[in-house]
């Protein structure tokens, strides 16, 4: 068979598969910063929780005065202020990690729409193809037996 059929829209499907790269490549840094944001909102919580932790051990073994206990609860107010701050960022990472996932999806669907159409031409011109060469297959066969009869009524006549 011939070479491949040229599918006239191959410029467009290659810049369609560079956006879709581009595109999965935002996404995948939009993933990495949400979830580095929400890494950070767990080791806010888990300081704070560890700070709780040991006031209330200090209270139970009657080692904590007044100071580090004013102390402690100005640690625990700015780290509740840097958890609320952080779960905004986690949102708003959020946000721009769906946004990309959609942008990703668009574009992989418009990536897709024209593989199926360099399929379906590609498809088609095969068939042409196809169709073409029957063609001239039952031309060859058909002017082989017309030469075989003309040669054999030839032979056939030409002896008597």
């Given at each position: 068979?011939?070479?491949?059929?040229?599918?006239?829209?191959?410029?467009?499907?290659?810049?369609?598969?560079r956006l879709t790269d581009e595109a999965r490549q935002v996404f995948a840094v939009?993933?990495?910063e949400y979830q580095d944001a929400v890494e950070?909102?767990?080791?806010l919580h888990q300081e704070r929780?560890?700070?709780?932790?040991?006031?209330?051990r200090m209270q139970l073994s009657g080692q904590i005065d007044v100071?580090?206990?004013?102390?402690?609860?100005?640690?625990?107010?700015r780290l509740r202020l840097m958890a609320?701050?952080?779960?905004?960022a986690v949102m708003a990472a959020e946000v721009r990690?769906?946004?990309?996932?959609?942008?990703?999806?668009?574009r992989r669907m418009g990536e897709k729409v024209l593989e199926k159409l360099r399929e379906k031409h590609i498809e088609e011109q095969t068939r042409r193809l196809r169709a073409h060469e029957e063609k001239l297959i039952d031309e060859i066969a058909t002017i082989r037996h017309a030469l075989r009869s003309t040669d054999g009524a030839n032979r056939?006549?030409?002896g008597r």
């Open positions: 068979m011939a070479a491949q059929p040229k599918f006239r829209l191959d410029p467009v499907l290659e810049h369609r598969k939009r993933s990495r950070a909102l767990e080791a929780a560890d700070l709780l932790d040991s006031v209330g100071s580090a206990l004013a102390a402690a609860e100005s640690v625990d107010v609320d701050f952080q779960e905004q990690a769906s946004e990309a996932r959609v942008e990703l999806v668009e056939n006549g030409g």
